[in-house]
């Protein structure tokens, strides 16, 4: 079914990184990207490579089925290892056959490029995706955004749309299956024909859900105006976000984290890109 | 007394694409008091849902007065500010839960009004507790709405409405689209909101046995007021609830029957029960 | 005259999750031919899941669905015959509308079974007249008609593929008394004259009282009675005993009998009621 699929990937726990203040996920989600792409050197790489395993423990999330989501992207690491293998040019020759050069500078650049993308994708999912339930995220970003309200950028209602959005994820799927199911009923056929063909079978789904989805933004809009929504102005929340000590813990250890890539890159310069 | 809602010879009609002007409301009039559980009958299409936005000025009549608390509401003299209290006032829930819902989360859903409201977070935690304790439905407040049954779909719905602390609440078919059980938690708690918080109940429905459990019954036809008065009266007049198309309970359909066939019977019987009694006494009267 | 017969029919809900659940167990059924069945039961007693079993939309766990005699699917490819032959009319119908006429939206199923046009036309025609669509609206969208007219475009739009079993999921939910009985009217209508059978989801036991030859009742993913409508509310404590009610008429006449009121255990409707009572009445000398 469907229904069953689990929203923005988040699995629910207790652990240090699920307790912490959204904003500040966010906040130390940019600052792991950024030392993700500064790492240089072999030990940066280990070092990076070591730090995401060990959110990936702390988070405690379930550690096999964290790594089968890694493999819908095992196809571009493998095209990533490919280019780099095959295209790079250095100086030291390891392989030759015909036309395939390879260098040693090559499989390290490989090997480089591997620990990246793993860990870019496994660190922000662990830091933020999977820690974060979507409400706590829309939350995060719309009051670590707020300063941006003095220069009109409409952060509260570009939240309040992301929020009505995951609310209504579910609803529409559901509905959709409901329409598909009913023009089946009717002898639709969503399977077998080519891409033309199968397109215009979309057709008795895709407007039935875009009427629907219509009505519903309209009842909702009215519904909304009953409950005295009139936009983010003098408006409160039930929940307000606070930074507790665990939070500035975090920020050390991603500081620490920082500096160790730095480090690593300037004293021990091995194998540097 | 001044009554808490009064609506005098209020007309209200809207333009079809064509360019025709279709009427909805045609001079309707009526009184409803502080406390009161009324119940507004009608046809799909009578105008009902219609009555129901005008009290909370989501429309504005194009003639006519309304008067919430005594006083006028129209949207040329009162400010934004005035609007939004008459919408804290009069609250409302309507047919479909799903598209009144806006959280993913219970209880923020509740929190949603009085967030509105610009109300201090404490106040607001406070008020959410108790409105969720309100419809029973406090252990349900982590949880996301979309793996509840509608029963509970609309008792969250109206947890959001008590939240912002209203003196009257309009149930516009809010039962329409929910199986028995459903109806009846939602009908439960409607009494019982209107009978211990005395909040003014105005619940727009099509079944009569939900009317029947109303203080008083209007009969909106045809955008227009047909009947107001207590259930019984209403519900006996077998005759004319027919010819608008409304059914009546079976009881009361029996009894008119009956009494067409000459049997002598109590008029008023809307109640099963009472029913059973009458139709036990007049059976054993001869043996007396 | 066409017949499904459910044989230890399972089905499992999120086979294979933490989720999974039995939403209907082990169910052995035959759907009465030639006749209006209604299928009642609670909210989650299964009745949806067995609606969609019973034209292919669902496969079952467990257990056999077969018409006339065959497995339904025994030949995969096949499963969009079975669709028309047992013709589902989904929970508020109305939503799938999707052309730019009623003509061409009832015309869809048909058009589907690959027929030719003037023998969609006939069909179109002869749906709509069951359904109570004039003429007029044949040529209108289907957007801009009321709630209850919709409704009706989309029962005729699987009326249209003449199946031999007609299913509704709660045909009349949400509409004001009128409406139902112009739905229910027509379905019974439609089975007068085609012949055809159908079965009726719905939590009305007056309407079911009123327009159903027989009942299956379902409670738990379960089977808990089957019969004839008269015989399955003749016993009120059984169905009162899973939650179901009787019809008013048929609880009040029921509680008199007991008090020792000589009336007939089998009464559905009010004028049934009506004229037990006036006979009894003349019997002892009061009318």
Known sequence: MMRDITLGQYFPGTSVLHRSDPRMKLILTLIFIVFVFLAKSLWAYVWLFVFTFSLLIVSRLPVKVILKGLKPVLFIIAITVIFNLFLTKGEDLLFECKFIHIYFEGVMFAVYMIIRIVCLILGTSVILTYTTSPVDLTDG????????????????????????????????TEETEKIMNAQKARGADLSSGGLIKRAKALIPILIPLFVSSLRRADELATAMECRCYRGGDGRTRMKRLKYSPRDLVLFLVFAAFGTGIILLNIFIPYLVI | MTPFIKAENVCFSYNTGEGKKIEVLKNVSFEIAKGEFVAVLGRNGSGKSTLAKLLNMILVPDSGKIFIDGKQISADTMTEDDVYEIRRKIGMVFQNPDNQLVSSVVEEDVAFGPENLGIPSEEIRKR??????????????????????????????????????????????????????GRKEVMATIERLNKEKGITVIHITHNMSEAAMADRVIVIDGGRVAMSDVPEAVFSDVGKLRSIGLDVPQITELFYELKKAGLDLPDRIIDAGKGEDALLSFFEKPRN | MSTITLQNVSYLYSAGTPFEKYALKDINVTIPSGRITGLIGHTGSGKSTLVQLLNGLLRPTEGKILLDGRDIWEDEKKIRDVRFKVGLVMQYPEYQLFEETVRKDVAFGPKNMGLEAPEIEERVKMAAFFCGITEDLL???????????????????????????????????????????????????????????????????????????????????????????????????????????????????????????????????????????????????LL
């Open chain 2, 128 to 181: 959410v507790d108790d409105a969720l304790d309100e419809v029973g439905m406090s252990e349900y407040a982590r949880h996301s709405p979309h793996l509840l049954s509608g029963g509970q779909k609309q008792r969250i719905a109206i947890a959001g409405i008590i939240a912002m602390s209203p003196s009257c609440i309009v149930f516009d078919e809010a039962t329409a689209m929910l199986d028995p059980s």
């Open chain 1, 141 to 172: 970003i719309e009051q670590l955004l707020s300063p941006l309200k003095k220069i009109k950028i409409p952060v509260h209602e570009f939240a309040m749309m992301m929020s009505i959005a995951l609310r209504f994820i579910p609803t529409l």
């Open chain 3, 139 to 285: 040529d209108k969208s289907p957007f801009e008609l009321s709630g209850g007219q919709k409704r009706r475009v989309a029962i005729a739009g699987v009326i249209a593929m003449r199946p031999e079993f007609l299913i509704l999921d709660e045909p009349s939910a949400g509409l004001d008394p009128v409406g139902r009985d112009t739905i229910l009217g027509g379905i019974k209508k439609y089975r007068e004259e085609t012949g055809g059978s159908v079965v009726i989801v719905s939590h009305s036991m007056e309407d079911v009282a009123v327009y159903c030859d027989s009942l299956i009742v379902m409670n738990k993913g379960a089977v808990y009675a089957e019969g004839d409508t008269r015989e399955i509310f003749s016993t009120p404590e059984k169905l009162y005993g899973v939650g179901l009610d009787v019809p008013q008429i048929t609880g009040v006449t029921e509680a008199l009998r007991s008090k020792g009121l000589g009336l007939p255990s089998d009464i559905l409707t009010v004028s049934e009621a009506r004229d037990a009572i006036l006979s009894l009445a003349k019997r002892r000398g």
